[in-house]
């Protein structure tokens, strides 16, 4: 099961700061949130996770609500290249748990206007 | 340059005929993954692979099969007995097994007829 909640769908404007939420309000102590995205017919890559503390790097931020039940991932200045399907995940850090695999659910499709 | 490479990008057999998709990558990643992915859905997770001859089913492992005899590459072989075989195939390898991000190969469309 994903335990996740995302929009199917946005749209955000070039240039743009892309802000895609998702909630995951049954999310334990020791889960993590992950991004994904797929651009249509390729492999999913990945764009950044965090526990509880926001994250940034070279290609998004992540921002962590201080109960942990939603987070939202942002884009700064989007491009056409960013049109994608965007997935949220929630990941056990035990592999008894499962932490061996990724779960994706339905994710938000993310397109990018000129 | 870095990366996963799964080769063909698209491949097509018969039913009742064995295929093997090759999965390589030059990241000195411990851990290799296969999943599958149909029209609309997520991933799901067939063999992964902990370290070089060892191997652990995932969630669909039936009628596929996986070898890890070097380091680098992790085939996975599409079976006859695999009923529905018409899928997109992702090869991913991390760090290793566990709370570590995943890298994905550009994937294999498999169709048979």
């Known amino acids: 099961d994903a335990k996740t909640t995302q929009p199917p769908s946005m749209d955000c404007a070039e240039g743009r700061a892309a802000n895609l939420p998702c909630n995951h309000s049954t999310i334990s102590g020791n889960e993590y949130v992950y991004w994904y995205r797929q651009i249509h017919s390729q492999g999913p890559q990945y764009i950044i996770h965090g526990l509880k503390n926001n994250e940034t790097n070279e290609m998004a931020s992540l921002i962590i609500t201080e109960d942990r039940k939603s987070s939202t991932l942002i884009l700064p200045h989007a491009t056409l290249r960013d049109t994608a399907v965007y997935y949220c995940?929630?990941?056990?850090?035990?592999?008894?748990?499962?932490?061996?695999?990724?779960?994706f659910g339905q994710g938000t499709r993310l397109t990018i206007n000129p | 340059d870095g990366g996963i490479t799964q080769s063909p990008k698209y491949l097509f057999r018969k039913e009742g005929q064995n295929v093997t998709l090759s999965c390589e990558q030059n990241?000195?990643?411990?851990?290799m993954y296969w999943y599958r992915q149909d029209p609309g859905q997520g991933l799901r997770l067939i063999y992964y692979?902990?370290?070089?001859?060892?191997?652990q089913k995932g969630d669909i492992a039936e009628g596929y099969s996986v070898s890890r005899e070097k380091k680098e590459s992790f085939p996975l072989t599409v079976t006859s007995a695999q009923k529905n075989p018409t899928a997109f195939y992702l090869c991913a390898s991390s760090m290793a097994l566990g709370n570590y991000e995943q890298y994905f190969g550009p994937g294999t469309r498999l169709t048979v007829t």
């Open positions: 995940i929630v990941r056990v850090a035990s592999l008894i748990q499962g932490a061996q695999k990724l779960v």
């Open positions: 692979s902990q370290i070089v001859n060892d191997f």
């Open positions: 990241l000195n990643h411990d851990a």
